[in-house]
């Protein structure tokens, strides 16, 4: 192949240096011309290769880097709303000031989610809010939410468990009949998680009780006891106390059926 063939037509001169290049090539290393012109294709290709897995490298960075101020962002403004909902009970549920804090708490909560929608932080703190305004629906729905498989992944052990206690809690407000069992469930799996809340074995107790599981209502007030320090533990001994209380009731009116018969 000549040089005067490459260098045919518009852009010869290129062409011609090309064609000289390639023959000196093959003459030096003792190949065709079509096995150098091969060799200088898959140089380029791979060039061109290198070059295009650099762009959306570039890209990916970019956007990396957009996600993570995204989630900064995010993070600003749960933790804004955490120290909302925060004043807002100081202040008291009746106070116009609690109204307005718990307000601005759920509207952080809101950017937060809108910014990092996998976040159950987010969508729990927006439940606090919701439940302290009275909204115990608009609350489950959000909880129901931050507790999906998707979105749990995200929580701690002990943040999901108190996250259970809240929605059994936030359940049985609603409904306490017809909410015993869902609530039972979340308790059970709540202490499984984190098994320091008190308050999850004492609402435990409280839901076995209704469910006529006394010895089940006993131990898990006995765990409460066990946790719980000074005033906290109040309601699980006076739970107890009670227990106790029907218990020889009822084994004192066993006995005198027994002894009239």
């Known amino acids: 192949m000549s040089s005067q063939t490459f260098g045919e037509g518009e852009g010869g001169g290129f062409l ?12 030096n290393l003792n190949l065709s011309s079509d096995v150098v012109i091969q060799a200088l294709i898959l140089f380029l290709a791979l060039t061109m290769g ?8 570039k890209a990916l960075l970019t956007r990396f880097r957009r996600k993570n101020q995204s989630n900064l962002e995010a993070r600003r403004h749960f933790i804004k709303g955490a120290q909302f909902l925060a004043r807002a009970r100081s202040a008291g549920k009746k106070s116009t000031l609690s109204v307005s804090l718990a307000r601005s708490a759920r509207e952080e909560s809101d950017r937060a989610i809108a910014l990092d929608s996998r976040d159950a932080a987010a969508y729990i703190l927006k439940a606090l809010a919701l439940d302290f305004q009275g909204h115990h629906v608009s609350a489950l729905r959000s909880l129901d939410t931050a507790l999906s498989p998707s979105l749990s992944k995200s929580l701690a052990s002990k943040e999901r468990g ?19 069992e869902s609530a039972v469930s979340d308790l059970v799996e709540a202490v499984k998680l984190n098994p320091e809340n008190g308050n999850a074995f004492c609402l435990l107790g409280e839901c076995y009780e209704k469910k006529e599981m006394k010895s089940a209502a006993r131990s898990a ?30 084994q004192t009116q066993t006995e005198i059926t027994e002894q009239s018969s």
């Open 162 to 180: 108190d996250a259970l206690f809240k929605r059994a809690e936030i359940q049985l407000a609603v409904n306490k009949k017809r909410k015993v």
């Open 221 to 250: 007030y006995e765990s409460a006891v066990r946790i719980q320090v000074g005033a906290s533990s109040t309601g699980a001994l006076e739970a107890l106390s009670k227990l106790a209380q029907a218990s020889t009731s009822l």
């Open 50 to 57: 290198l070059v295009l897995l650099n762009i959306p490298r």
């Open 16 to 27: 011609t240096v090309m064609a000289e290049m390639i023959e000196n090539i093959g003459r």
